[in-house]
C-alpha cells in the first residue's frame, strides 16, 4: 500500500518500555527487580473469594454483569470512598469499574481531552500519561519535580522532591484542560503533602482545570506518612476523576480490576468510552473484589487489615533493598510509598560501554548493560528498570538480588 496503514494518533508511541524490559529480562536475567506486580501470592481471604466465586452456585456471575461496574462492587466502593472523601457516593452514578487502572486512565483522556487541549503531567511520570494524551490528540506539557538534597549527606528521600510553585503556576493556561496528578507517585515514590496538594487545588480552581488523579498506590504509604485525596480537598470534587487499582490495592495485578470514582458530570462521559471500547470487566473477578473491600470495610484500620499489613511488611523490603543499592555504590531515593524505588547510577557512567548512533539515555543503556552482564562467569544479572526498581518481591527474590550485587561489587573491586 502507498499510503500509511496506521492512524496519526500512533505516531512516535508505539514503543513501550514495559514491553522491551520485559523481554529483557525472560531472555537474560535470573531475578526481575524491574516489572511492578508482586511474585508473592495474594491474601487468603481474597483468592478464597475468587475460588467460591468460581465454583459457586451463582451461575451468573459466569455471565456479563452491569456494563459499568458489578453492583456488589460499585456498592461497597461506594461505602467505601464516602468514608475516605467524607461526602456520599451513588454507586450508580459516582462509580466505575473498568479493566484496571490502566483502562481507567485511557477513558479519563479519551473523554475529557480535545484536540488543541493541554494537560499538565509532573515529572517524573507513569509512562503511558504522555502517549495517551497524544492519543486523544491533547499536548502535554511538563513541569518537573525538583531535587533539593540534603545538606548532612544522608541519602536523598522522595520528599525532598518539590514542585516549583511559580514554573508550576506558569504552566497554566487559557489551553490547560487537566493535570495529573500521581500521588503516591510512580517511579519516585513521592507522597504530596497537603500543602503541595493545595497548591495544585487553588490553580485548578483558578483557571476552571481538571484533575485526573492517579492513586493505585494509596495504601502503600509509609514512615507515617498519609495520603491525602486531592477530591476532598475545597473546590476539588467537581472536578477531579479518581482512579484506583485493585492489582495494586490486592497484589492481584493479573485480576485488571480498577475504577474511576467522581461526579456523575465527569463520570458520564467516561461511561461512553468505556462502553464503546471495552464495554464490561470479568464479573467473577469483580465480585471476589468486592468481598475483599467488604472485609476491608469491617477492619477498617483495624491492625488486622490487609491495607494496615501490607505497607508495614514493603516498609521493610524498601528498607532493605536501599541497603543493597547503597552498598553497591548506588544512591537510592527513599521513597514515601508504592513498591518502586529510584537510584542515582551516575557514578558508574564509565563503566557503560558507548552504543554508536544510538540516542538512548544513558539509563537506558545502563539497564540493559546490567541485565545483559556476566558476574564471575555465573550468569545474567538481575534485571532493573531503566532508573528504578521494584521492591514489591518476596523476600527471597531481594535475597537473591543482593548476593549478584554483591558479587558485581567485588568484581567490580577486583579488577
Not at 120 to 132: A, L, W
Not at 386 to 398: I, K
Amino acid at each position: 500500500m502507498s499510503r500509511p496503514v496506521q492512524a496519526r494518533r500512533l505516531e512516535g508511541i508505539d514503543k513501550n518500555i514495559w514491553v522491551e524490559f520485559v523481554k529483557l529480562a525472560a531472555t537474560y536475567s535470573k531475578v526481575n527487580l524491574g516489572q511492578g506486580f508482586p511474585d508473592f501470592p495474594p491474601p487468603d481471604f481474597l483468592t478464597e473469594a475468587f475460588t467460591r466465586a468460581l465454583g459457586g452456585q451463582n451461575h451468573m456471575l459466569h455471565q456479563y454483569t452491569r456494563a459499568f461496574g458489578h453492583p456488589p462492587l460499585v456498592t461497597v466502593l461506594a461505602q467505601f470512598f464516602k468514608k475516605l472523601l467524607g461526602r456520599d457516593l451513588d454507586p450508580m452514578t459516582n462509580v466505575m469499574v473498568t479493566v484496571g487502572a490502566y483502562q481507567a486512565l485511557f477513558c479519563c483522556f479519551q473523554a475529557l481531552v480535545d484536540e488543541g487541549d493541554e494537560v499538565i503531567i509532573i515529572e517524573p511520570f507513569f509512562d503511558c500519561y504522555e502517549p495517551m494524551v497524544r492519543m486523544a490528540g491533547g499536548t502535554p506539557v511538563f513541569v518537573p519535580l525538583r531535587p533539593n538534597p540534603p545538606k548532612d549527606g544522608k541519602l536523598m528521600s522522595s520528599a525532598d522532591w518539590q514542585l516549583d510553585p511559580a514554573e508550576l503556576a506558569s504552566k497554566f493556561s487559557e489551553r490547560t484542560k487537566a493535570i495529573v496528578l500521581n500521588s503516591p507517585n510512580n517511579p519516585l515514590g513521592k507522597v504530596f503533602s497537603r500543602g503541595e496538594l493545595g497548591l495544585i487545588a487553588e490553580l485548578c480552581v483558578k483557571h476552571d482545570v481538571l484533575c485526573i488523579s492517579d492513586e493505585v498506590y494509596e495504601w502503600l504509604v509509609y514512615d507515617g506518612k498519609q495520603h491525602i485525596r486531592i477530591a476532598s480537598l475545597q473546590g476539588m470534587w467537581d472536578r477531579t476523576v479518581t482512579v484506583g487499582s485493585a492489582g495494586k490495592t490486592f497484589s492481584v495485578t493479573g485480576w485488571k480490576v480498577g475504577w474511576v470514582v467522581g461526579p456523575d458530570r465527569l463520570l458520564q462521559h467516561l461511561r461512553t468510552v468505556h462502553q464503546n471500547s471495552v464495554y464490561h470487566c470479568a464479573t467473577i473477578a469483580q465480585e471476589a473484589v468486592a468481598q475483599g473491600f467488604q472485609r476491608e470495610l469491617r477492619l477498617y484500620g483495624k491492625p488486622e487489615s490487609y491495607f494496615v499489613q501490607l505497607p508495614k511488611e514493603l516498609q521493610q523490603k524498601r528498607d532493605w533493598l536501599v541497603q543493597s543499592l547503597d552498598g553497591v555504590g548506588m544512591k537510592p531515593i527513599i521513597p514515601e510509598g508504592t513498591y518502586f524505588l529510584v537510584a542515582d547510577i551516575s557514578q558508574f557512567k564509565s563503566d557503560v560501554p558507548d552504543v554508536p548512533n544510538s540516542d538512548e539515555p544513558y539509563d537506558y543503556r545502563f539497564a540493559k548493560w546490567m541485565i545483559k552482564s556476566k558476574v564471575n562467569g555465573s550468569g545474567p544479572f538481575c534485571c532493573l528498570c531503566p532508573g528504578w526498581v521494584c521492591a514489591h518481591c518476596e523476600e527471597a527474590t531481594l535475597k537473591a538480588a543482593n548476593e549478584i550485587l554483591q558479587k558485581w561489587k567485588q568484581e567490580k573491586t577486583s579488577s
